[in-house]
């Protein structure tokens, strides 16, 4: 009976685990951006929309010319300024720089223990643009080879509380955390893709004072602190067991979910209409998604 009901809040557990993965969200977010394109122009962002259960995530999409940003940069796209001189790897003719805000969404993909986001997390993913239509795609790696590529929060950053000191925040692509000074006038720098905000550390400082204990009813106050420390002894033990059992839960579920995402592989490739041209049959495309069409395209 209890185990049922262990299992089940772990099942719970894992299964929140699994919704809020970023990786999986940036391949969500990789797919809507890449739909904004219909007809697309290289050098101009086109907004994207995203599915409704992902409401208030802002994502836009940009194709350029790999040379022509390595040659020109992008003096702005949203808030990234992307410098002269970054490369691609590996090479591609045309790569498309995918945007997330992540909004009201930001804590719950990149929560950062002991932390206030005070800008919506951005993020700025690169992958190649041969084929607009498709799905899953791995990032292409990309390395500013003069200046870094900065950030400018200025317009969405919240006001620093009294005494704080704004840090800029790095998620890199595996989960790691990297912190990094502001420069001038909430801006921030990187020399890698992935996600981005300010936070502020908090500290006692921040907290608020805690209430001054009342002078008679010791005894109870006492009590009340006997209580506290045996409770999180308690649920410490508990927490222990339940992050056993989850890590065990996890290994398996990532299993599953391998094979799953092979199953639904499988499902996705939908067959193509076949026709005839002489004497030989050759697929042609359907027609759910307009192919982008090369021919308003400018020259740099
Ligand atoms: C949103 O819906 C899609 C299916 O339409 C599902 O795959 C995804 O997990 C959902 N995400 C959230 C956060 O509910
Ligand atoms: C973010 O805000 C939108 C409305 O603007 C809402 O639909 C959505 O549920 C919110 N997301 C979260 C994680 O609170
Ligand atoms: C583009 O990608 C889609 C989805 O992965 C695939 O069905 C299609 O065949 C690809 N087109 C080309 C020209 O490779
Ligand atoms: C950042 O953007 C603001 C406008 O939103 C602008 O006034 C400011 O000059 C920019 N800062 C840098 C360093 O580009």
Redesign the pocket.
């Known amino acids: 009976m209890f185990l049922v009901a262990f299992f089940q809040i772990i099942v719970l557990l894992t299964a929140i685990n699994a919704?809020?993965s970023s990786r999986?969200l940036d391949s969500?977010l990789q797919d809507y951006a890449f739909r904004a394109f219909v007809r697309p122009r290289t050098g101009i962002p086109y907004d994207g929309n995203v599915?409704f259960?992902?409401t208030g995530i802002k994502v836009s999409a940009l194709r350029l010319r790999s040379g022509s940003m390595r040659r020109r940069g992008v003096s702005k796209y949203k808030e990234f300024h992307i410098p002269i001189g970054v490369l691609e790897q590996p090479y591609v003719e045309r790569l498309v720089l995918v945007y997330h805000n992540l909004a009201n969404w930001s804590d719950l993909y990149y929560p950062l223990p002991g932390h206030i986001h005070l800008t919506p997390v951005l993020g700025i993913l690169t992958y190649d643009a041969s084929n607009l239509s498709s799905i899953n795609l791995p990032e292409l790696d990309i390395r500013p080879s003069k200046n870094p590529i900065l950030i400018n929060f200025s317009s969405i950053v919240k006001p620093v509380p009294m005494g704080l000191l704004p840090k800029c925040v790095y998620f890199n692509l595996d989960g790691a955390v990297e912190f990094d000074n502001i420069l001038n006038g909430n801006v921030c720098k990187t020399t890698k893709q992935g996600h981005f905000s300010i936070v502020v550390e908090f500290t006692t400082a921040a907290e608020p004072e805690p209430e001054p204990e009342p002078a008679s009813g010791g005894d109870r106050s006492g009590g009340r602190k006997n209580w506290v420390i045996f409770g999180s002894v308690v649920g410490g033990f508990v927490a222990l067991i339940f992050l056993v059992l989850l890590i065990a839960c996890l290994n398996k579920y990532d299993k599953k979910k391998k094979i799953d995402r092979m199953e639904e592989a499988a499902d996705r490739g939908v067959p193509l209409l076949m026709t005839k041209i002489g004497n030989t049959k050759a697929p042609i495309a359907s027609e759910t998604r307009t192919r982008p069409s090369l021919e308003n395209e400018y020259l740099p």
């Open positions: 919704e809020f999986l969500v599915p259960n992902y």
